[in-house]
Nanobody
Framework: QVQLEESGGGLVQPGGSLRLSCAAS????????VGWFRQGPGKEREFVAA????????YQSDSVKGRFTISRDNAKKTVFLQMDSLKPEDTAIYYC???????????????????WGQGTQVTVSS
C-alpha cells in the first residue's frame, strides 16, 4: 500500500515555473511506475507525464512536451514535475499516481494506476 501526497502548487504568472512534488510513504517506491494527471475547470482528468519503474523512460502528453519534466528521487521517495513556460490552460488540480503494473501502452490511462494523491491546485494567471 502506497500513500501519496502532492505539494508545490500555487498561483503563477504566464511564462513562469513551478515544481510539484509528490511524497510517497509505504510500499517499495522504486518498484512503481509514477505519473502525473491533471483536471482543469469543467474538464475531465487527463494524462500529463509518466516515468516507468524499470527503464526510467519518461513520457509526456503533447500539450506539455518540451515544457514539463517528470523525475524521481527514489532515496527520498519523491516524484517531481518541473513545469516551465506555464500557460493559463495549464490551470488545473494536479494529481500524482503510482502503479505496479502499468506498461508503456497503458501509461496514459487512469485505470492503470492503483494509488492516487489528493491533488494540488495550480493556477496560471496574470
Amino acid at each position: 500500500q502506497v500513500q501519496l501526497e502532492e505539494s508545490g502548487g500555487g498561483l503563477v504568472q504566464p511564462g513562469g515555473s513551478l515544481r510539484l512534488s509528490c511524497a510517497a510513504s509505504g510500499g517499495t517506491f522504486n518498484t512503481y511506475t509514477v505519473g502525473w494527471f491533471r483536471q482543469g475547470p469543467g474538464k475531465e482528468r487527463e494524462f500529463v507525464a509518466a516515468l516507468k519503474r524499470n527503464s526510467g523512460n519518461t513520457y509526456q502528453s503533447d500539450s506539455v512536451k518540451g515544457r514539463f519534466t517528470i523525475s524521481r528521487d527514489n532515496a527520498k521517495k519523491t516524484v517531481f514535475l518541473q513545469m516551465d513556460s506555464l500557460k493559463p490552460e495549464d490551470t488545473a488540480i494536479y494529481y500524482c499516481a503510482a502503479s505496479s503494473t502499468a506498461i508503456t501502452s497503458t501509461l496514459s490511462r487512469q485505470s492503470a494506476y492503483h494509488y492516487w494523491g489528493q491533488g494540488t491546485q495550480v493556477t496560471v494567471s496574470s
